[in-house]
């Protein structure tokens, strides 16, 4: 069963998203006032880069954002512009946003633009596939004036056709209802706030298996009722009330976070990983440690990369890690051996709801992967809630 754990920590919360007892996501809830993906601001435009085709975007007083422009550059300086933030600010990195206005819902989402039907890649089985991208094929056919896209999400496969389509209606109407609004708003106008994200960690993981939450924040068990009053979830929501153990700590999620920063993570095989992170991307190291191989040639090395492979990946959604990664696994002669781990990554990482993609092994033997980023990485929420400062004070007392 899975369990989302949301629970006070300090003057923020900490959530866990548990699956077999073990968390597989960690998190800060942001404060509301912070510019979170799926937002649709009307922003200034400041400054225009006609050789970069870009713009920059103002979104707040002193807010700057950077707009990459599909096609030629459209805009002029002091333009007012409806656009949605894509990623949230990183470490030495503006907020990027679009200007081409996109709404998420539990099987759906609706995009401007005319491309393909998107199809999630966690969806793999082809007949699945086929009969998802007809019924949607057909639903923008009936909407071709809409200049509209549509991209299956992973939920969409427990959802029954209607439903589906209402979900669609329903977020090309509210889309249709931005675009209208947005010539007669000011500056600075909020059009759509970003889903809340105790909402969108519920929905996310709502589907056809187990949910539960527990929280020691009323305020959660009631958006969590709501929910359920809404949607007809078979979610099973609770507050959890005892003042001598706090929820944080029954769950030990402030180790749980700390762990999930350290540099090395050790293997159940006595091996270990270890990762770094630079400006430019993230890189991990498998290390033999303690790992001990049974006999020498073929295969020697075979079972802690596999096993490295899994925990990479996990690593990956449980930090919240994005951008560039690159695995360093031990170096394997056999052709078939390097199949055989090429096959572990490709089905470890289609397990993360995030789109994560396999680019290969290097000719030096180095896998690359991406990983889309949606929220800042759990090192940066760490920073920003002053997390290390409050575990060094709870040491202390």
């Known amino acids: ?52 085709n870009a713009a920059f975007v103002s979104i707040a007083p002193g807010v700057p954002a950077y707009l990459q422009l ?25 907020i990027q946003v679009s200007d081409r206005l996109s709404l ?46 549509a991209i299956v999400r992973t939920n969409a496969v427990f959802a029954e056709e209607e439903e589906i389509l209402d ?42 298996e187990p949910l539960e939450l527990v929280t020691d924040i009323p305020a959660v068990l009631t958006e969590a009722e709501e929910y ?10 609770s507050l959890y009330e005892d003042p001598q153990l706090p929820l944080f700590k029954l769950y030990s999620l402030d180790y749980a976070v700390r762990n999930a920063l350290e540099k090395k993570v050790w293997l159940r095989s006595g091996g270990y990983l270890v990762i770094e992170h630079t400006e430019a991307l993230t890189v991990i190291d498998v290390n033999t440690g303690k790992y001990t191989p049974k006999g020498s040639g073929a ?15 996990r690593q ?10 690159i695995v360093d696994f031990i170096d394997m002669k056999e052709s078939d051996e390097k199949e055989q781990l090429i096959r572990a990554i490709r089905e470890a990482i289609v397990k993360d709801p995030i789109k994560t993609s396999f680019h290969g092994l290097t000719a030096l033997g180095l896998a690359e992967l991406t990983r889309k980023k949606t929220s800042p990485p759990l090192a940066e929420q760490a920073v920003k809630q002053d997390f290390f400062r409050n575990m060094q004070r709870d040491k202390k007392e």
């Open 299 to 313: 295969g020697t090395f075979l079972k802690l990369n596999l096993e490295a492979a899994e925990e990479a990946a």
């Open 228 to 237: 359920i009053g809404r949607t007809g979830s078979s979610l099973k929501a």
């Open 316 to 325: 990956l959604r449980l930090r919240n890690i994005s951008g560039i990664i």
């Open 104 to 149: 998420y819902g539990k099987n759906v989402a609706i995009l401007e633009g005319k491309k393909p039907v998107g199809i999630s890649a966690r969806i793999t089985e082809e007949t699945r596939r086929d009969r998802l991208r007809a019924l949607m094929q057909g639903w923008l056919s009936d909407h071709a004036d809409a200049d509209v896209t």
């Open 1 to 52: 069963m899975k369990k989302i754990v949301i629970a006070q920590y300090e003057q923020t919360a900490i959530a866990a998203l548990m699956e077999n007892g073990r968390p597989v996501t960690l998190g800060f809830l942001s404060d509301a006032g912070s510019f979170q993906a799926g937002t649709v601001i009307i922003g200034r435009v400041e400054q225009v880069k006609k050789e970069l």
């Open 70 to 94: 599909k096609d030629a550059v459209p805009y002029k300086q002091g333009d007012l512009v409806p656009v949605l933030i894509e990623r949230p600010a990183g470490r030495n990195k503006r």
């Open 167 to 208: 979900e669609a209606d329903s977020l090309l109407g509210q889309l249709l209802e931005l675009r209208q609004r947005a010539p007669f708003c000011t500056q600075y106008t909020v059009l759509h706030a970003a889903e809340n994200e105790t909402l969108k960690l519920i929905r996310d993981n709502d589907g056809p």
